[in-house]
C-alpha cells in the first residue's frame, strides 16, 4: 500500500514538474492571469464606484469578493492544457507509461493551485496597497485563504471534467462562458439585499456567495451589512459544504472519464 502510494505521488509530483516547465516556456501566460485579478479589483474599485447598500469603504467589502472571485475565474489555461494534451495525443503516450494512473490530472491541478496561491498574495498585496485591511486575526486570516483554495479546487476539478467532455481547446471558451453566471451572480460587488427579490436569494445560495461572505466575516470586512437569510448567517458551513460537494460529485466522474480515455 505504501510503495503504491509512493509511486503514485511521485508520479503526481513528475507531472506537476512538467507543468511548472511550462510556466518558464511561456512566461506571458502567467503573467496575464496574474494580472486579469488585478485589472478587475482596480477596474470595479475606481472606475465603477461603490455597492449597493455598502456602509463605510466600498474597498474593504470589494476586495475579499474578488479573492473569491478570482478562485473562480481563470480555469480556461488548465482547461486548455487538458484538450491540448488529449488532442495532442500526450496523454495517450503518458497511459502507456508504467505511472500511476490520474497523475497528469493530479499535476495539472497541483500546478493550477500554486498560480491560485500566487495570485491570492498578489491580490492580497494590491489590496494592501489601495487601503484594504483584514481587521482580524492572522489565524483567520489563514482561514479565510484556506476556504479561498477550497473553492477554487472544486472549481478546479469541475472544469477538469468539463474539459475532457469539450475534448477541444476552441470549445473550452463556450465552457467557459458557463463559469460567468457563477462569478457575477454572486455578492462579490454588491449585496443581495440591495437585488430584486427573487434575484438576491439566487445570489445567497450561490457557492462563490456563501465563499465571499465567510472571508468577510473572517477579515471583519461585512460592510456593515446584517445577514438576514439563513444561507447568509450559516455562509461558513455554506463554505466548506458547497465544496465539498462539488468535490464529491466532479472529482470521481473526472477520474472515471479520465480512465475510460483511448478504450
Known amino acids: 500500500m505504501s510503495t503504491s502510494l509512493s509511486w503514485a505521488l511521485t508520479d503526481s509530483w513528475t507531472m506537476t514538474r512538467r507543468e511548472l516547465a511550462h510556466w518558464a516556456r511561456q512566461p506571458v501566460q502567467v503573467v496575464v492571469g496574474l494580472a486579469f485579478p488585478v485589472m478587475l479589483l482596480l477596474m470595479f474599485g475606481y472606475l465603477i464606484g461603490g455597492g449597493a447598500g455598502i456602509e463605510g469603504d466600498y474597498r ?9 472571485l478570482t478562485m473562480a475565474f481563470g480555469l480556461d489555461a488548465t482547461m486548455v492544457a487538458v484538450t491540448q494534451d488529449l ?30 496561491a500566487l495570485s491570492l498574495i498578489v491580490l492580497i ?26 473553492f477554487r479546487f472544486a472549481m478546479l476539478w469541475m472544469g477538469i471534467h468539463l474539459a475532457m467532455i469539450a475534448g477541444k481547446p476552441e470549445l473550452v471558451m463556450a465552457v467557459q ?10 455578492n462579490a460587488f454588491a449585496t443581495p439585499e440591495s437585488m430584486p427579490g427573487w434575484l438576491g436569494a439566487v445570489v445567497e445560495w450561490n457557492p462563490m456567495s456563501a465563499t465571499a ?13 446584517t445577514p438576514a437569510s439563513w ?20 472529482f470521481p466522474l473526472a477520474v472515471r472519464r479520465f480512465g475510460r480515455l483511448s478504450k
Do not use: C
Open 60 to 68: 474593504e467589502y470589494l476586495v475579499p469578493g474578488m479573492f473569491a
Open 87 to 116: 488532442n495532442k495525443g500526450v496523454i495517450d503516450r503518458f497511459r502507456s507509461m508504467p505511472m500511476a494512473s490520474g497523475a497528469v490530472l493530479v499535476g495539472r491541478s497541483a500546478a493550477d493551485m500554486l498560480q491560485s
Open 125 to 150: 498585496g494590491v489590496g494592501l496597497a489601495v487601503g484594504w485591511r483584514w481587521h482580524g486575526s492572522f489565524a483567520a486570516l489563514l482561514g479565510g485563504v484556506g476556504l479561498l483554495l477550497l
Open 177 to 186: 462562458i458557463m463559469v460567468w453566471p457563477v462569478g457575477f451572480l454572486s
Open 213 to 225: 461572505t465567510s472571508v468577510r466575516n473572517l477579515f471583519g470586512n461585512d460592510g456593515g451589512v
Open 231 to 250: 444561507a447568509a448567517q450559516h455562509a461558513e458551513l455554506l463554505a466548506v459544504l458547497w465544496p465539498l460537494a462539488l468535490l464529491a460529485v466532479f
